[in-house]
């Protein structure tokens, strides 16, 4: 093999890689949370009474869902501007990317809601519940610890998702990583490092999910 | 000069549909075979075999898919192959497809009970037997559903290629939507299509879901 690896060339930009990680941390987090806002709001109404309401909630999941996530990014920061509406790039990026989470997890909160026994929604019905304090007590917390790893595994596709915003030059580690190579030349060293954060973020996440999991989830359920 | 937006560039997106399905293709089938080995080694009784294919699983579901294209783009040359985006696509794609199905096809080995291994080797079976006549018929059923359901996801990770200067559905439509500045319109045919060939495919896996559900 010819070719002479040097890492050594990018140290200096170190601080530049650093921050592209702080940055793609916000983004995902921003994605997350605002995504979880959506997805809990969408799987409420995909299951309400009310039709109009239902196929609205099933268009925006099945839209979502089946198309890649760089069109509906295309869409929102190069389309969107012709209707007048125009968003900054990192505006863009975290609207296109908590729409997109929020349709996947809108899926697997569904999917918790079905998982909880009719019994449940009737025993809070009897015992003179509200609407909102069934859903809050006797549904959502089992629902959770039900779907909790599935919803943790689509928030961290939602933080390996951020890496596709730098095509629409929203500022975060890939972009960064894509700008220290129009100075440096050096393409495979920078992705490596580039994956290799990527790698360790995803692992500082599930660890963090974990802890979650661990804290708030892991009562016993007889 | 700014192009109309006309029939021929409507068509110049639809001819991006090609490229976009034959790679889905290849990266599936590719994926599926290099993905059946992983299946097998991360099940396999060597420890260390496991070890590697769990290693190589955790890689590719903890980096985004554009990094690996990246790697495959950038590293082939590297070591001596000059290779066209083509291949470098096909190949980051299939290692990708192989880690996902790897994963999947695993569940579903470890989800036929451990009794029917035992049977098997209580009759003489030896791996490969075991492997062929008992376990695989029996797994293959609970991974339909996940399998169909990665199919979708590969078909909309094709997309990425266009970001490295492949010329896909993506691709084709970002170039018709820079030449006629009618953005919303080519990229809204692109997502039209994508989800043409995604949609069914969903439908499918979720019915396969239901079809193939363990009974509990």
Redesign the interface.
Same mark, same amino acid.
């Given at each position: 093999? &010819?070719?002479q690896f040097d890492f050594a060339v990018l140290a200096p930009y170190w601080l530049q890689f650093l921050r592209g990680c702080g940055l793609t941390i916000l983004l995902a987090s921003c994605a997350i949370a605002i995504g979880l806002v959506i997805g809990i709001l969408t799987a409420l109404a995909k299951k309400s009474s009310s039709r109009p309401l239902r196929l609205a909630a099933e268009a925006y999941i099945?839209?979502i869902?089946? &198309?890649?996530?760089?069109?509906?990014a295309?869409?929102i920061f190069?389309? +969107?501007?012709? +209707?007048g509406l125009s968003l900054q790039p990192w505006s863009a990026a975290i609207v296109a990317l908590s729409l997109n989470c929020g349709a996947f997890a809108a899926e697997v909160i569904r999917g918790g809601i079905d998982a909880i026994p009719r019994g449940q929604f009737e025993a809070g019905t009897a015992l003179g519940l509200a609407r909102m304090q069934i859903f809050r007590y006797v549904v959502l917390k089992p629902a959770l610890r039900i779907i909790y790893p599935a919803l943790s595994g689509q928030f961290?596709l939602a933080l390996?998702? &951020?890496? #596709?915003v730098?095509?629409i030059s929203a500022e975060e580690l890939?972009a960064i990583a894509q700008s220290i190579d129009t100075v440096t030349f050096r393409?495979?060293e920078i992705? #490596?490092i580039?994956?290799a954060l990527?790698?360790a973020m995803?692992?500082a996440f599930?660890f963090l999910f974990k802890a979650i999991d661990r804290t708030y989830f892991s009562y016993p359920v007889k | 000069m700014i192009r109309s937006f006309g029939v021929s560039e409507a068509l110049a997106i639809l001819s991006g549909i090609q490229s976009t399905v034959v790679l889905s293709l290849i990266a599936f089938i590719g994926g599926g075979l290099v993905g059946l080995a992983v299946a097998l080694m991360r099940t396999s009784d060597l420890a260390p075999l496991r070890r590697a294919a769990g290693l190589y699983i955790d890689f590719f579901q903890g980096t985004p898919l554009l990094m690996q294209l990246f790697l495959v783009f950038y590293g082939l040359p590297v070591f001596g192959l000059r290779v066209n985006a083509w291949v470098a696509v096909t190949i980051g794609l299939t290692l990708h497809a192989s880690a996902f199905l790897g994963e999947i096809w695993r569940g579903g080995i470890q989800a036929v009970p451990k009794g029917q291994t035992e049977a098997a080797i209580a009759l003489g079976l030896g791996y490969t037997h075991r492997m062929i006549h008992v376990v695989v018929p029996q797994g293959a059923r609970l991974c339909m559903a996940p399998t169909v359901g990665f199919l979708v996801q590969l078909i909309k990770g094709t997309s990425l290629a266009a970001i490295i200067g492949f010329v896909e559905l993506s691709r084709s439509a970002q170039i018709i939507a820079s030449t006629t500045y009618k953005p919303l319109l080519a990229y809204g045919l692109a997502a039209i299509i994508y989800f043409i060939l995604c949609f069914p495919l969903s439908r499918l896996s979720a019915s396969f879901e239901r079809r193939f559900a363990v009974k509990t």
């Open positions: 093999m &010819t070719y099945e839209l869902r089946n &198309t890649p996530f760089l069109v509906q295309f869409f190069f389309g +969107l501007p012709t +209707l961290i390996l998702t &951020t890496s #596709i730098s095509s890939t393409s495979f992705y #490596i580039a994956t990527y790698l995803s692992i599930a | -």
